[in-house]
């Protein structure tokens, strides 16, 4: 599903088949999940692959190492330009991309001595993720920032997410909605969340989240629009029966939310200010012109 034999990787250095890399069974990333990542895409434009906010993401995955205290000395700009060969290589356009920075042989716990970059890209042009999600309020809570550096990607951080998202799928939930240690929305597995009332989006501020690079360019957006929004904690309470609600990151883009706890977002979201960022982020990661969206009346 990610790769076959024509397949090809980046590998410290080297741009290798997929089918033949491997790594060491000693390292601390597999034992530990002492690793950070990023979750990237390109999309086809008029002007051929594009990666879309690659900078973002390369610049995000720098942190993150320099966050976890993994030695690691690549330059965005560096990242970007392999990035770009490996697509090429592997005839893709429209494609997932992850990086993945894994360190060396050692059981102890102490910081990386030294680490390697790899960097996968797979095939992604199956369409959107369904428009209506199912979510339920997790009884996990997210990492919370006095235990883990939140803002980074980090690997173990994960495994919170797997079991949020499988107790979700179990309990007959498309996806989990998770609180901080302050029993505030946080996120869910792996996106961002906003709900929408009276035309206005409200979402998490920063600080028990992972900072997303879709949240940003949500705000972005929603100020060449002109739609408002505020970053305040709430509750999940709160955020039950408003207008509209949807999830955001990389992978998922904007996905709107049918229910939360069974409780229905009140409005078709055609008929949202939602559904208007949606059609505009659809447009900015294909470079095509959105603002003819500014006249819709929904919010004039
Ligand atoms: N929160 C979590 C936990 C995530 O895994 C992601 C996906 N990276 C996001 C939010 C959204 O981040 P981004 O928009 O940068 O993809």
Same mark, same amino acid.
């Given at each position: ?17 997929? /089918?033949?890399?491997? *790594? ?22 008029? #002007? ?5 906010? /690659? ?76 428009? %209506?999600?199912?979510?339920? *309020? /997790? ?31 179990? %309990? ?41 690079? *879709?949240? #940003? ?5 929603? #100020? ?34 049918? /229910? ?18 949606? %059609? ?21």
């Amino acid at each position: 599903m990610y790769y076959n034999e024509k397949s090809f990787l980046y590998f410290d250095g080297e741009f290798v088949e997929a /089918s033949k890399a491997s *790594t060491d069974l000693y390292g601390q990333s597999l034992h530990y999940g002492y690793a950070v990542f990023e979750g990237i895409k390109s999309y086809k434009t008029a #002007n051929g692959a594009k990666i879309f906010k /690659s900078e973002e993401h390369y610049d995000r995955l720098r942190r993150s190492a320099e966050l976890m205290m993994i030695p690691f000395d690549y330059s965005t700009q560096d990242m970007i330009d392999i990035t770009y060969k490996l697509l090429e290589m592997n005839s893709l356009s429209n494609a997932y991309i992850r990086p993945l920075v894994i360190c060396s042989p050692n059981m102890s716990l102490s910081k990386g001595q030294k680490s390697s970059l790899v960097i996968e890209v797979w095939n992604w042009d199956n369409g959107y993720m369904s428009n %209506k999600m199912k979510v339920m *309020t /997790s009884s996990f809570e997210r990492p919370n920032p006095k235990a883990f550096r939140i803002e980074a990607k980090v690997s173990g951080h994960y495994v919170n997410s797997i079991l949020a998202c499988q107790e979700a799928k179990d %309990k007959g939930f498309d996806e989990a909605l998770l609180l901080d240690s302050n029993g505030f929305v946080a996120e869910s597995s792996g996106a961002n969340v906003f709900f929408e009332k009276d035309s206005k989006l409200y979402t998490p501020k920063t600080g028990n989240i992972l900072p997303g690079i *879709t949240r #940003n360019t949500i705000f972005d957006l929603a #100020n060449q629009l002109g739609i408002c929004f505020e970053e305040r904690d709430f509750t999940a309470k709160e955020m039950k029966g408003v207008d509209a609600a949807f999830f955001c990151g990389t992978a998922a883009e904007i996905v709107a939310l049918e /229910s939360l706890d069974n409780v229905p977002f009140k409005l078709e979201w055609e008929n949202s200010v939602s559904a208007l960022i949606q %059609k505009a982020y659809r447009h900015l990661v294909v470079e095509e012109d959105f603002t003819y969206l500014k006249k819709q009346p929904q919010y004039v």
